[in-house]
């Protein structure tokens, strides 16, 4: 029983720990005043406006999106070809490949391996920096240059926008999944 307890607090710790800040930069969005704070004093919608109207983040979030999704379809395309070969061909470490390889098409599938893979483009910044052109843009990489110089509550903004975004990608493909399955299974 104790150590059931322990569990749960330790879940809720680590769940805290990991979603508080997300909840902090989502309110922060919302707050009319300049350098946020709590209590918040006056609600506003106007970051937000100010978001869109940000030619910058704009371009960045445009190639952002063709990032993620070339990444989603040159990833999908190989896991393809990949479970193919594996079908289709005998070779030395084939057991180790297919484990490597197959094993997360067994788990997530097609359409949400892909979601997978956009997802994780769209907000990986560490890749984002080694692989973007100079001159280029992305979310990531816009958002890392707004922090440089200070904290913009248009950042707020942004982090609020990619979190209900990201959220929004994920119901959105596991819905797809249920209708696809529950129409394979009728």
Do not use: C
Request: glycine share 10%; net charge positive.
């Amino acid at each position: 029983m104790t150590s059931r307890l322990a569990l749960r607090a330790a879940t809720i710790a680590i769940y805290g720990f990991l979603f508080v800040p997300l909840i902090v930069v989502m309110l922060l969005a919302f707050s009319a005043s300049q350098f946020g704070g709590f209590p918040i004093e006056q609600w506003t919608l106007g970051w937000f406006g100010a978001l869109f109207e940000n030619d910058t983040i704009l371009g960045a979030f445009r190639t952002s999106i063709l990032f993620g999704l070339l990444t989603a379809l040159i990833s999908t395309t190989v896991g393809v070809l990949a479970a193919l070969a594996m079908v289709h061909y005998d070779f030395p470490g084939k057991a180790l490949v297919a484990t490597v390889l197959l094993a997360p098409l067994l788990v997530p599938a097609l359409l949400a391996g892909a979601l997978f893979a956009f997802t994780i483009s769209f907000d990986n910044i560490t890749g984002t920096l080694f692989w973007k052109p100079g001159g280029i843009e992305t979310v990531p990489t816009q958002i890392y240059a707004m922090l440089r110089d200070s904290v913009s509550p248009e950042v707020n903004a942004l982090g609020t926008v990619m979190v209900v975004g990201t959220i929004l990608i994920f119901v959105g493909g596991m819905s797809i999944m249920r209708v696809v399955f529950r129409g394979r299974r009728a």
